[in-house]
Structures are given as structure tokens and as C-alpha cells.
């Protein structure tokens, strides 16, 4: 068996931009007369879809949305993120991500994306980065209507990729996308960009606070033997599960 791909999330993973995301729905909602609270991104947003953490927030605030009016607030949410990254020279990606792709590369394993994001937000940013031929297969928010934590997205791309999801690697930054890799049933790196590593030792078989320490002989070796080996982990927290 072993391990054959990876599959990265999008937000918090390739990008930092979860600060942007979090900043154009506060005005999204301002421009719809509703009050924006800011526990409200790390509840409902992170990890999750525009589609589905916008209908949660709408909902919170007693206002249902029609399936129409709901793509019209996320085109208009993509069209100042979009506008927002044009107005960068640089766009914040995470240190060693590049380095990181190519040592993947280097051990002829395969690439492949899974996000909320809409796709024309995703190969931007991929395109900017130098990225874009890394990840032949991308499962972006349009492909699918269920967001994370449903498996469907990761379930996607390992039909895509022609493989099994026991010999699929999840890169994941928070909770909602670590469940659904492994509902899924793969294997998930959680990587503390979002979340602090002790919230993700708790659910990810791989914890790491850079993708740089990420020891891959030692996955690989996990894979051959089926038994996760919690890089990162403290025996607390592994014992825990």
C-alpha cells in the first residue's frame, strides 16, 4: 500500500489569509445592515466554506437567505478578495511552502487540493505563487455543496487522483478539515498556522508546527505499517484518543 499522495487544504495552509477572509465578511455583513461579531469567524468561518459559514451567519441573525441571493453574497465576497490580493505585491503565503512541495514532488507523490474556496480564488492565488502546475487536481468550493466537515471534497479527490484514500495524506489547519480527511478515511497532518498545536493534537495522527518538520520517512514508514505515528504529539494527548 503506502503512501502515494497529498492532499493540501487551501486557506491556512497555502495561503495566510485568513485574516482577509475575516475582515471581508465583516464588511459583507455591514453592507447587509447586520452587526458582525468576531467570535463568529472562528466558530462558524474557519475551515468551513463560504457558502455554508455565510448561511450560518445570516441564519445567526435571524435572515434566510435563497440558494440565489447566497451565490450573489459570495461572488460579491470574492470580488473584494480577489481586488484585495491585486492590490499586493506579495502575497502572504507560509514560510518553506515551496520547498516543501518539491520535496513531496521529489518522492514521486502525487498533489492534489481540497477547499471551501471557489476555484477562480484558488488558481489566482496558485498562479501567483508559481504554483499552479504543482496541483493538477483541485476540488474547490464550486465542485461540491457540502463544506467541510463532510468527507465529500477529500472523497472527490481521491476518486480523481485514482486511488485509495489509505494511501492519501490530508494537510490540514484546523478541526473542521482534519474530520473531514478522516471521515474521509485518511491519514491528517494538522499544521498549528491557525490553531495551537495542542487543540490539534487532540484529533490529527500528525501534528507539526511547520510543514518543514514534517519527518516524511517517518509517515511513510506509517503508512507501511497502518499505524500513525502522532509526530508532534505528547503521549498525553495521544493516549487520549
Not at 12 to 26: F, K, M, Q, T
Not at 71 to 77: A, F, H, I, P
Not at 179 to 193: F, K, S, T
Amino acid at each position: 500500500m503506502g503512501l502515494k499522495a497529498v492532499i493540501f487544504d487551501f486557506n491556512g495552509v497555502v495561503i495566510n489569509d485568513e485574516p482577509i477572509h475575516e475582515r471581508l465578511i465583516s464588511q459583507l455583513l455591514l453592507e447587509e445592515n447586520l452587526r458582525p461579531n468576531p467570535k463568529d469567524f472562528q466558530a462558524v468561518c474557519l475551515g468551513r466554506s463560504d457558502r455554508v459559514a455565510l448561511k450560518m451567519l445570516f441564519e445567526r441573525r435571524g435572515r434566510c437567505v435563497t440558494e440565489e441571493y447566497l451565490g450573489e453574497l459570495m461572488r460579491r465576497k470574492s470580488q473584494m478578495y480577489l481586488e484585495e490580493l491585486s492590490q499586493m505585491e506579495t502575497l502572504p503565503s507560509y514560510e518553506g511552502l515551496t520547498d516543501f512541495i518539491l520535496k513531496l514532488r521529489l518522492e514521486n507523490l502525487q498533489l492534489a487540493l481540497v477547499s471551501g474556496a471557489l476555484r477562480v480564488e484558488i488558481e489566482t492565488v496558485l498562479d501567483r505563487l508559481g504554483l499552479t502546475e504543482q496541483f493538477p487536481i483541485i476540488v474547490a468550493g464550486d465542485d461540491i455543496a457540502t463544506s467541510k466537515p463532510e468527507p465529500d471534497g477529500y472523497l472527490l479527490a481521491v476518486e480523481k487522483l485514482g486511488l485509495k484514500p489509505s494511501e492519501c495524506l490530508a494537510i490540514e489547519d484546523a478541526p473542521a478539515g482534519i474530520e473531514a480527511a478522516q471521515r474521509a478515511g485518511l491519514q491528517a497532518v494538522g499544521v498549528a498556522n491557525t490553531y495551537p498545536v495542542h487543540m490539534l493534537q487532540r484529533q490529527a495522527d500528525w501534528v507539526v508546527d511547520y510543514l518543514s518538520e514534517l519527518e516524511l520517512d517517518r509517515v511513510r514508514e506509517a503508512f507501511e505499517t497502518e499505524v500513525p505515528a502522532r509526530l508532534g504529539a505528547s503521549p498525553e494527548a495521544s493516549s487520549s484518543d
